[in-house]
C-alpha cells in the first residue's frame, strides 16, 4: 500500500513539475491521485500545497480513515507554520469527530498546546490563558494515564503562575494609585485565591505599607484600627519569614505605626 502511495505521488509531481500545473491537479475530479499528492506533499514539509489539497478533500473522505488522516495532518500543517489558533481549532475538530482515533489524545493535548503559545505576557488580556488552562484541565481529567500527562501539569503550572502574578500586579497597581482601599482588598482576596502564592512575603510586605500609608490618609476615626493593621501585618511577616529580606525596612514601619497609635490616646 505505501509502495502504492509512493508511485502514484511520484508520478503526479512528474507530471506537474513538467506541466507546472497545480491548477491541473487542483480542478481534477481524481480525489485519490490528490490525496496521495496532498500526503508527499505534507511529509515533504510543503505545508500550503498540502493545505489546499486537504481543504478541496475535506468534505469527499469526511468519516473515513483517509478523512482521519486529512484532519489530523490539516491541523499539523497550521501548527507546524505557527498558527496555533487555526491549529487548535482543527486538533479540536479532529477530536470531537474522531473520539475513538488512536490519535485523539494528542489532538486533545496538542489543542490544548495551541492555547497555550496563544497565552501572552501576564500583562495583557488572558483569555487565552483561561481557555488554555481549561482545555488542560480537561485533557488530564480524561487522559490520566496519557505519556503527556507531565508534561500538560508543567504547562498548567506555568499558565496558573501567568495568572497569578497579573492579579498581583493588579494588586500593585491599585497601591501605586494611591487607592489604598482597593489594594488591601485586592491583597487579601489573592492570598485566598492564591493560598500557596510565591509572592506571600511580598504581599505581606506590601500590605505593611499600604496599611500606613492608608492610615496616614484616613480620617482620625479610622487611623487607629489601620495602624494596628500595618502592625499586625509586620509581625505576621517577622514571624513567618524570619530572615526575610524586607525585615529591616517593616520594623521601622512597624515602630513608625506604634508612635502614631500612642498619640492617638
Known amino acids: ?22 491548477n491541473r491537479l487542483v480542478k481534477s475530479t481524481d480525489n485519490e491521485m490528490k490525496y496521495e499528492v496532498a500526503m508527499d506533499y505534507y511529509d515533504r514539509g510543503d505545508y500550503n500545497h498540502a493545505l489546499q489539497l486537504f481543504d478541496l478533500l475535506q468534505a469527499s473522505f469526511r468519516n473515513t480513515p483517509k478523512g482521519e488522516a486529512i484532519t489530523y495532518r490539516t491541523a499539523f500543517c497550521y501548527y507546524l ?25 494528542k489532538a486533545a493535548y496538542m489543542s490544548a498546546y495551541c492555547n497555550y503559545m496563544l497565552s501572552p505576557e501576564s500583562g495583557l488580556d488572558q483569555t487565552n490563558t483561561v481557555d488554555a488552562i481549561k482545555q488542560l484541565k480537561n485533557f488530564v481529567e480524561r487522559y490520566p494515564n ?16 501567568k495568572l497569578e502574578q497579573k492579579d498581583y500586579n493588579m ?31 511580598e504581599i505581606l510586605y506590601d500590605m505593611a505599607k499600604t496599611y ?32 526575610s529580606k524586607y525585615l529591616s525596612e517593616t520594623k521601622g514601619i512597624a515602630e513608625k505605626a506604634r508612635k502614631k497609635l500612642e498619640n492617638l490616646r
Do not use: G, W
Not at 500500500?1 to 497545480?22: E, G, P, Q, W, Y
Not at 498558527?83 to 482543527?90: Q, R, V
Not at 484616613?218 to 494596628?228: I, L, P
Open 1 to 22: 500500500m505505501k509502495n502504492r502511495r509512493l508511485i502514484l505521488a511520484l508520478l503526479a509531481l512528474v507530471t506537474l513539475a513538467s506541466c507546472n500545473d497545480f
Open 81 to 105: 507554520q505557527d498558527d496555533y489558533d487555526i491549529a487548535s481549532y482543527y486538533f479540536n475538530k479532529f477530536v470531537q469527530t474522531y473520539p475513538f482515533s488512536k490519535q485523539a489524545e
Open 146 to 161: 496519557s505519556d503527556s500527562l507531565d508534561r500538560a501539569n508543567h504547562l498548567l503550572t506555568d499558565l496558573n503562575n
Open 171 to 201: 494588586c500593585r497597581l491599585f497601591y501605586r494609585m494611591e487607592n489604598y482601599s482597593a489594594a488591601i482588598t485586592s491583597f487579601e482576596n489573592m492570598l485566598k485565591k492564591y493560598p500557596n502564592t510565591t509572592h506571600r512575603e
Open 212 to 243: 500606613y500609608d492608608f492610615a496616614e490618609n484616613s480620617v482620625t476615626e479610622k487611623q487607629r484600627e489601620r495602624y494596628e493593621s500595618c502592625v499586625e501585618q509586620c509581625n505576621t511577616l517577622s514571624y513567618l519569614y524570619p530572615n
